[in-house]
């Protein structure tokens, strides 16, 4: 019941969702990025299923033994070749590089809106967590290209304006994250693999509990996975 409570807390802060409109993304992201003691909510699971309160989503019986990651030497040749792909493509490179850069979840990143961007004289940053984030070039200037080159900025019959970093054709709709998941599935990228080493990445080069402050992470999540990483930055005082 404990870790019930905890899901459905973090599913309504993090996604606005509740236990009747969860998403499998949202129950995959929670068991990914925590102890495995999360993966006793299969019991609510079966019993909303049972229940017919939520039918669609489906638990994992148990963590996967294997992490998929990226080799930095391939996260590396992924970026290369987002930042240099094709124009036409330019919303799923976006995405791609917050995905290999930052390690944000796709249903994040599909719900940023356009304002969470911000261009000044000195820099361009990006709203992830507590504080905007800086977005180095060439990365940043892809950003700003996708701010001002947004498909579907109006619809239906240019009477709705879409605000969101991804839109999608329905009005005042974001882009779908299972949409953007098949794009970057078909250029190639391991979703779950590239976030994996992303997120492995950052937490060796600071401490988690600043990836987590900064990226919009649970302190759980950056510990586990600098745990993952060897690092000791279990002595970090915050």
């Known amino acids: 019941m404990t870790e019930t409570i905890k899901f459905l807390t973090w599913l309504h802060d993090t996604h606005h969702r509740t236990a009747a409109d969860c998403l499998q993304q949202d129950l995959d992201e929670w068991l990914a990025s925590g102890p495995t003691t999360r993966h ?3 019991a609510f699971f079966a019993w909303a299923k049972k229940s017919k309160i939520n039918t669609t989503v ?6 996967p033994k294997h992490v998929p990651m990226l080799t930095q030497e391939q996260r590396l040749t992924w970026i290369k070749a987002l930042l240099s792909g094709n124009p036409g493509s330019l919303h799923y490179r976006v995405a791609g590089l917050l995905l290999l850069l930052y390690a944000q979840p796709l249903v994040r990143i599909t719900a940023l809106p356009a304002t969470a961007v911000a261009v000044t004289t000195n820099d361009v940053r990006i709203s992830l967590g507590n ?3 800086p977005v180095p070039e060439p990365s940043a200037g892809i950003l700003v290209e996708l701010v001002h080159r947004r498909p579907n900025l109006r619809t239906a019959g240019g009477g709705i304006a879409n605000p969101w970093l991804f839109p999608a054709q329905r009005p005042g709709k974001h882009l779908d994250a299972i949409t953007l998941q ?5 250029a190639g990228i391991s979703v779950l693999a590239a ?3 992303a997120l492995r990445t950052l ?5 988690p509990p600043i990836v987590a402050k900064l990226l919009g992470f649970s302190d ?3 510990q586990r996975h600098a745990q993952l990483a060897a690092q000791p930055w279990s002595r970090y005082v915050t």
């Open 58 to 63: 489906r638990f994992v019986n148990q963590q």
């Open 203 to 207: 937490v060796a080069e600071m401490p």
């Open 195 to 197: 976030r994996n080493s």
């Open 40 to 42: 006793k909510t299969r």
């Open 182 to 186: 098949h794009d970057l599935t078909r």
């Open 220 to 222: 759980n999540c950056t």
């Open 131 to 133: 504080e905007p984030v």
